[in-house]
């Protein structure tokens, strides 16, 4: 009697060599599914990463739009879009000083006009060429329809003028 309350019972086994052995087997007992929520702490800290990722790449996002680069390229484009070559030089030429004024408010060179100012945007490794420095230079006085203007390639205007943006913005 005392080694029936110290030890489980089990069981009859049969040892009839009919009886099927199987038969006293129990199932197998599954683990419960592992619940979505909540996440191991481990996915809270990814989360969390991924959320301050997200935050530094808006915050630099946001600082590159306030530069003076990345606005006078924004106008640059509305005007680059409509007009002939003249108005497009004109433009450029305006927006050139309004960089120079911006990045220096006491600069000579926005007061530059004529051949001086087309050797000040020329000059240095990212200026214009020569002949859109010239075009530049004259582009904001031309009349409409001046045959200056039929002389300079518009994509390359363009094009000069947005590398000098880049370069002195």
Not at 38 to 62: H, K
Not at 121 to 147: T, W
């Amino acid at each position: 009697m005392a080694q029936d309350l110290l030890l489980p019972q089990s069981p009859k086994v049969s040892l009839d060599p009919g009886a099927d052995p199987l038969a006293t087997l129990h199932d197998i007992h599954l683990p419960e599914a592992v619940p979505f929520w909540p996440p191991a702490p481990g996915w809270f800290a990814v989360a969390g990463l991924v959320l301050v990722a997200v935050l530094i790449g808006l915050f630099l996002e946001w600082r590159r739009r306030q530069t003076l680069s990345y606005r006078a390229l924004q106008a640059f484009k509305v005007v680059a879009r409509d007009g002939d070559t003249r108005a497009v030089g004109a433009a450029a030429a305006v927006l050139v000083r309004r960089v120079l004024l911006s990045r220096d408010p006491h600069s000579p060179a926005a007061a530059f006009t004529g051949a001086a100012f087309a050797r000040f945007v020329g000059a240095g490794p990212k200026g214009v060429p020569a002949d859109i420095a010239r075009f530049l230079a004259l582009a904001p006085y031309l009349p409409p329809g001046a045959p200056e203007a039929a002389e300079i390639d518009r994509a390359a205007l363009v094009a000069a003028v947005r590398r000098w943006i880049r370069g002195h913005a």
